[in-house]
């Protein structure tokens, strides 16, 4: 949910909905919208929810689960209430993951892709996160292509120019008889998994 688009200005993210209780003394487990937990629920942090402010007392993992202590929950009555409340949290829009090389997903949307020439040929309408690796889905005007998002053939990313450059590959963003007509071509497989981008997950 963006309150502003671009690079300035903030941005408001989910980063999780408030789950069961634990405890007798308002302490709740968190379902995660962030792949940076310990960073947006650091002790202090004031979150929003649809009651109004969450301010983080303390959190803790258990059992592979989130768990955190909010000021303003006193009691197992009051964390009850509050089950399924949204969290969210207001970024600058500027702000990167932690990770360097690493974007998040509402950085990369609206980018302008160009291709290895400068040229333009679509925007980025969407990230998305398979198992085995991140794909950009490129809008062309014309349909919608899937470009893995890897350093070989996403070299450049630039957020403060608003755009992504593809690499010099073969029916990236259009099938290969389309580029050379008539001509064969030996397959583009895709790079090592070992060479993959992975930007983090919006949010987020």
Not at 119 to 143: I, K, M, S
Not at 172 to 199: C, I, K, M, T
Request: aromatic share 4%; hydrophobic share 35%; charged share 30%.
């Amino acid at each position: 949910m963006n309150e502003e688009d671009g690079l300035t200005g903030f941005t408001e993210v989910v980063v999780g909905v408030i789950g069961r209780p634990h405890g007798i003394k308002g302490e709740v487990s968190i379902d995660l919208r962030t792949d940076e937990p310990d960073r947006r629920f650091a002790t202090g942090t004031v979150l929003r929810s649809e009651s109004g402010p969450c301010t983080v007392a303390s959190l803790r993992w258990h059992k592979g689960r989130l768990l955190v202590k909010f000021d303003q929950l006193a009691d197992r009555t009051a964390a009850e209430a509050a089950r399924g409340m949204t969290l969210t949290l207001e970024l600058s829009a500027e702000e990167l993951p932690t990770e360097p090389g690493e974007f998040y997903d509402r950085q990369l949307v609206g980018l302008t892709v160009l291709d290895a020439a400068g040229l333009r040929r679509g925007t980025v309408a969407a990230v998305l996160h398979l198992p085995t690796q991140d794909l950009l889905e490129v809008d062309t005007g014309d349909d919608r292509r899937m470009v893995p998002f890897v350093a070989a053939l996403v070299p450049i990313v630039d957020l403060a120019a608003g755009r992504v450059q593809l690499a010099d590959v073969t029916g990236l963003l259009s099938d290969p008889d389309e580029d050379n007509p008539g001509e064969e071509h030996p397959d583009q497989s895709a790079p090592d998994q070992n060479d993959q981008r992975e930007p983090t997950r919006p949010q987020r």
